[in-house]
């Protein structure tokens, strides 16, 4: 019997060492297999990027379009919209205001009224012929005919009992429409090419670049030496076939990656490269994170295996201490293990001290600080722009607030203070008390510096001072890609019924309105919170680090109370959830939206979440 007892004892170290063998097996031949499949992974993720370019271009010549249309139907009902000085001062208000070289209407002959009150005929150019079929149309890249500079017409018809009668048209630099391909992508180290069907350049974010040495792909790129592996007769024959396709590339001893796709607007392609080692670089994360979830799993395993071989001989306490401690250490690994390229902090609440867990050495302090969050003040880490709002963060703590989230100026080694986000996850007792918090700082000083950056050159919406809605969709996307680890929310609020309020009360008071409900936004949400208006009475608001679904109700039902408490008007809230309802903003933006006409439907002033 001792014998058998001594074998069952045994046996249990020999299944953790079979499942140690087969942990570490798994994971050599999952890495192989990621190696053989990199420019298949490659491929797709290029492929992905293409397409959001698509959609941006799309949405950018639909909004042009949408400029142009009210400018088409007031046309329609001048008698001569020719000679009407009506017509000619709003087009040369609508060319102020939206940065075009000239605006312009042309009548079936092709003659014009320009913003310019100059005389000019468009009759033999091809855009002017496709918009008079009732198309909205966007040109190649063209010579201006009153400025001479290189410029893209968009083009509306003009219809009278419908009937086309003109066009009207707006010229556009090519810097405007480059402003998409300028958009990072893999963090600045990819490069996007919009190309006609022949190979010749319209728009690039780098026109000087290795990849275009002349201003046509074809006689400038595949015709190159050093570029002899390129299939070049496959290439040209997916351009005129509008196929897409992916090809890697040797520049100066240097791997690229290529994709191209058509772009489905006046047989335009677009292009994107990236350097392999970008790509590269992803697999090694993964690899590294395939390490860490091997080792945590066996050490959990091995844990378990104690745990179950002492559970016998301890005491109901102990056991809930020590399960306790067992949740906090697995909670504290799968953070940790996320967050290797940051600061980890773990900060004992009641202890009231701050650890280091990693990266201390590029912040100014001890790996263990005393009576935090008052010391860190008090030391000089924090500056003293940030040190109230830093130490309000930490006050006041309850289960509402599982997540503290803000952006501080903090003292970093070699006595310079650089903006940082701390992202705090509060751990409870078994009475809902926080006792323990593990989390990162991370350096978010260039982000800030594109983000003012982007500040200083994007226009604010003059009626209520938030981000206009090419602003916040732009903050938006950086958002979701410089922090794709955390949850966030995307709000669109909309004042229900504001038709009428404005035709009962007034525009200045509906003004006062929309003014009155974004400082209100402004106040219930953080500064590190992304608030824009995107339409006349519609707002959205991207909630960055959220806890759960009860955080977000509760800022929700206090906006639409103070809403309507202050003008006695309700709103309607639509809520999409990052990643749960969408990877990108696109997806969560049309979430959001479908929530807020759920919510309309339910009888307006409430709030719904995207049900998928």
Not at 208 to 228: Q, Y
Not at 333 to 346: G, P, Q, T, W
Not at 526 to 535: E, L, Y
Not at 574 to 600: F, T, V
Request: hydrophobic share 40%.
């Amino acid at each position: 019997m001792t014998e058998i007892v001594r074998k069952l004892r045994y046996s249990k170290y020999y299944l953790l060492a079979i499942a140690f063998l087969i942990a570490i097996f798994a994971m050599f031949f999952y890495m192989e297999a990621l190696t053989q499949n990199i420019e298949a992974r490659s491929q797709a993720v290029l492929r992905d990027t293409t397409k959001h370019l698509y959609s941006s271009f799309t949405e950018k010549a639909e909004d042009e379009w949408n400029i142009l249309t009210p400018l088409a139907y007031f046309a329609a009902k001048e008698e001569d919209f020719l000679h009407s000085e009506d017509l000619r001062k709003r087009m040369l208000d609508l060319q102020e205001s939206s940065g075009y070289d000239y605006v312009f209407a042309a009548d079936m002959r092709g003659n014009t009224l320009t913003s310019y009150n100059e005389r000019l005929y468009v009759g033999d150019r091809a855009y002017f012929r496709t918009a008079m079929r009732g198309e909205n149309v966007l040109s190649d890249v063209i010579e201006g005919r009153v400025s001479h500079k290189s410029v893209l017409c968009a083009a509306v018809p003009i219809r009278k009992e419908e009937k086309v009668v003109g066009i009207v048209s707006a010229a556009i630099v090519i810097p405007e429409f480059e402003a998409i391909t300028k958009a990072s992508i893999f963090d600045g180290a990819g490069d996007v090419y919009i190309t006609t069907k022949t190979g010749d350049l319209i728009v690039g974010n780098d026109k000087e670049s290795e990849f275009f040495l002349g201003d046509n792909l074809f006689v400038s790129f595949l015709k190159e030496a050093n570029r002899k592996q390129i299939n070049e007769e496959q290439i040209i024959n997916d351009f005129h076939s509008d196929k897409e396709g992916f090809f890697p590339y040797t520049d100066q001893g240097e791997k690229y990656y290529a994709y191209y796709a058509p772009l489905g607007m006046n047989d335009w392609f677009v292009i994107c490269t990236v350097p392999a080692a970008v790509i590269d670089k992803q697999t090694d994360s993964l690899q590294k994170m395939l390490w860490f979830l091997t080792v945590g799993l066996l050490l959990s395993f091995a844990l378990i295996l104690v745990f179950v071989g002492l559970s016998g001989k301890e005491s109901r306490e102990i056991l809930r201490e020590r399960n306790h401690e067992l949740e906090i250490n697995e909670r504290r690994f799968r953070m940790a293990s996320s967050l290797y390229n940051n600061v980890v902090i773990e900060w004992n609440i009641e202890e009231r001290e701050l650890i280091f867990l990693s990266g201390y050495e590029n912040i100014a302090a001890e790996p263990i600080l005393k009576n935090y969050p008052q010391s860190a003040v008090e030391k000089g880490l924090v500056h003293p722009d940030s040190a109230e709002a830093f130490l309000k963060m930490h006050e006041g703590l309850s289960t509402a607030d599982n997540v503290l989230c803000g952006e501080f100026k903090l003292l970093l080694r070699g006595n310079s203070f650089v903006w940082c986000r701390i992202d705090e996850l509060l751990l409870f007792d078994e009475d809902g008390k926080p006792v323990r918090a593990i989390g990162r700082i991370t350096d978010i000083n260039k982000e800030r510096e594109e983000i003012e950056l982007l500040k200083s050159k994007a226009k604010l919406d003059s009626g209520t001072g938030l981000y206009n809605k090419e602003a916040t969709r732009l903050l938006a996307e950086d958002c979701l890609k410089q922090d794709p680890a955390s949850k966030h929310a995307l709000l669109i609020i909309d004042l229900d019924d504001f038709k009428e309020i404005n035709d009962s009360r007034g525009h200045v008071e509906g003004d006062r309105i929309l003014l009155n409900a974004a400082n209100i936004m402004k106040e219930l949400f953080r500064s590190s919170d992304i608030i824009g208006r995107i339409g006349g009475d519609e707002f959205m608001v991207l909630v960055r680090s959220v806890g759960d679904e009860l955080f977000l109700e509760s800022k929700i039902r206090r906006l639409c109370e103070r809403v309507r408490e202050h003008d006695d008007i309700t709103l309607s809230v639509g809520i999409a959830q990052y990643p749960l309802d969408g990877k990108d903003y696109i997806s969560l933006y049309r979430c959001a939206d479908n929530a807020m006409y759920e919510a309309k439907a339910r009888g307006k002033g409430t709030f719904a979440f995207y049900n998928n």
